[in-house]
């Protein structure tokens, strides 16, 4: 009979080996010896491929070959850029251990960036190449210039047409003659030889005149059956002295009763308007005042002296 406070002991086991591990019911803190598997371990997280590593990889070399060829080396440009910014994600994963091919992105990295320093250099080369042929073409036709194109008189702008002959009329109007033309009846009741201050105070917009204002006021009837505009169906110009016809186009200046104001008539509507005009002050006295048609073919017109 065993004492009471007598330690058990783990029965061996049949074959004379030794058991491990506590006895049956205790647990213990003691590790497992090695190379028994440790239960409650994670296993490590597998890393990526190395898919940008290698798209990285190909661009740069599709951009290195690419970039020595003119214009075709601005899409090595872009190859290059696109490479280089798939090569450094890629680098800094594998770096970090997530992905692998760290070698494949760092060739993608290096050719890319030298692709785009070889498009840079290729560039400022055929540019200096160019620049070098254009000079040298330049200075061959600057030797020669008569035998390319020939020499051209400068044209001077005129000032105002040549005065024709008064245009098939039975005389000189004075003024506040009525005459007909075409399907109006126009009269040239008066003409401001000098009208600087009367333009003058009209707007204080407008410029003075190059030469000298004259305003020149119109009254008109429409006999026609349709619409009536005189603003555009007649035209006012003033025969000068110095054998020269100036229109109103040389006046922009804003008028007390502009033309462009007078509203459409219809048969048997009347309306008063001015027209201005910017001339030599020398042309002025002993003038006509014309006026035509705006869309006619033939030559009608009617003619009124200022004095």
């Known amino acids: 009979m065993s004492h009471p406070y007598q330690p058990q002991t783990t029965p061996p086991i049949p074959g004379g080996q030794p058991a491990y591990g506590p006895p049956p019911g205790q647990y ?3 590790m497992p010896p090695a190379g028994y598997p440790q239960y409650g371990a994670q296993p490590p997280a597998p890393r990526k491929g190395s898919g940008l590593a290698v798209a990285s990889l190909v661009l740069g070399i599709l ?8 214009i075709i080396n601005n899409v090595a440009a872009v190859l290059a850029v696109v490479g280089l910014g798939l090569g450094i994600p890629a680098l800094i994963s594998a770096r970090r251990g997530k ?3 760290f070698g494949l992105a760092l060739s993608g990295v290096i050719l890319s960036v030298v692709a785009i320093v070889g498009v840079l250099v290729t560039q400022a080369l055929y540019s200096s190449v160019i620049d070098e042929v ?5 200075s061959s036709m600057g030797s020669t210039p008569n035998a390319l194109a020939p ?3 400068p044209v001077e702008a005129p000032v105002a047409e040549e005065a024709d002959a ?5 005389a000189v109007l004075p003024l506040g003659q009525t005459g007909e033309l075409g399907e109006y009846t126009v009269t040239v009741d008066s003409v401001t030889q000098d009208a600087n201050d009367v333009i003058a105070g009209e707007n204080s917009f407008n410029e003075p005149p190059t030469g000298q204002y004259v305003l020149v006021d119109l009254t008109v009837t429409y006999n026609g059956t349709d619409e009536g505009d005189p603003w555009l169906d007649l035209s006012t110009n003033f025969v000068g002295t110095d054998a020269r016809k100036y ?4 006046c922009m200046a804003v008028v007390p009763n502009e033309a462009s104001s007078v509203p459409t008539l219809l048969a048997g509507g ?3 308007y001015q027209v201005c005009m910017d001339l030599p002050p020398a042309a002025i006295a002993g003038g006509q005042v014309e006026v035509s048609e705006s869309f006619s073919f033939d030559d009608t017109a009617l003619v009124w002296a200022i004095q």
């Open 99 to 101: 992905r692998t091919g």
């Open 151 to 153: 020499e051209v008189a």
């Open 166 to 170: 008064p245009a098939a009329t039975d």
């Open 63 to 70: 951009a290195l070959v690419l970039c020595w060829v003119p």
């Open 247 to 250: 229109d109103t186009t040389s």
């Open 270 to 272: 009347t309306a008063s």
């Open 134 to 138: 254009t000079d040298e073409l330049n």
């Open 28 to 30: 213990s803190n003691e």
